[in-house]
C-alpha cells in the first residue's frame, strides 16, 4: 500500500490525510477481495520495520489510525466471515493497540471467506531469520509507481507473479485489483518447469 503520502502531498494536504485515505482504500480493497471467488489470501503492508525512521508525529498518527480501524473494522470483518490476522513484531507497538489487534483476532477468528493479514512492523528479512514464514505469495502488487520490494514477504514471493501500478494506494480501485488478477492470468507460471505443451512434445 504504497503512495499515501504523496496523494496527499499533491492535493495540498496534510501527509495523515493521505494515510486515512489509505484506510477507506482498504475498506473498498477488503471488500472487493472478498467478495473475489479466486482471491482466499489477501496480505497488505502497512507499516515495514523501517517507517519507524519516519517523523514520529506521522508513526504516532498511523498507530492511531491502525487502532481505531481495528475497532470499526473487526465487527464487519466477523460479520463478512473475513478472518484478520496481524502479522509482524508486537513487542514495539503500544499496549493498547496490541490489545486491539488481540480482540480483533478473536472477534474474526471463525472468518472463512478470506484471510486478511495486515503487515505492522514486518520486516521479511526478520521473519526469515525467525522462521516466521507465510504461504507462498501468488501475486504480488506494488502500488505507487514503485518498482522494489521493500522487504516484504521476500521468501514467499519466490514464485511471485509481481505487478506494478502507477494509481496511489488511496487511488486503487476494485477495477484495479481486477486488471491485476487479469494480468495475473496471462501469466506462464512454471516454477523452474517447462510448460506443459513442451512437456507433453516429449512423452
Ligand atoms: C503508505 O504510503 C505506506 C505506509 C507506510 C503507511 P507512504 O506513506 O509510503 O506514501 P508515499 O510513498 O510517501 O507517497
Ligand atoms: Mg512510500
Redesign the pocket.
Known sequence: ?????????RRGLP?SA??RA?ARAVRRLVEAAARHPAIAALTL????SD?WR?PAD?VAA?MRLFERHLRIESPRCAANSVRLEIVGRRDRLDPRLRAAIDAAELATRGGAHLHLRIAVDYSARDAIAARQLLPDVDLLIRT?G?RRLSDFLLWESAYAELVFVEQ??PDFTAADLAAALTEFHTRARRFGALPAAALGATS
Request: cysteine-free; charged content about 25%; proline content about 0%.
Open positions: 500500500m504504497d503512495g499515501n503520502g504523496r496523494w496527499a502531498t501527509r493521505g494515510h489509505g503492508y502497512a507499516f515495514s517507517n519516519r506521522e498511523l505507487g514503485e496511489m494506494w
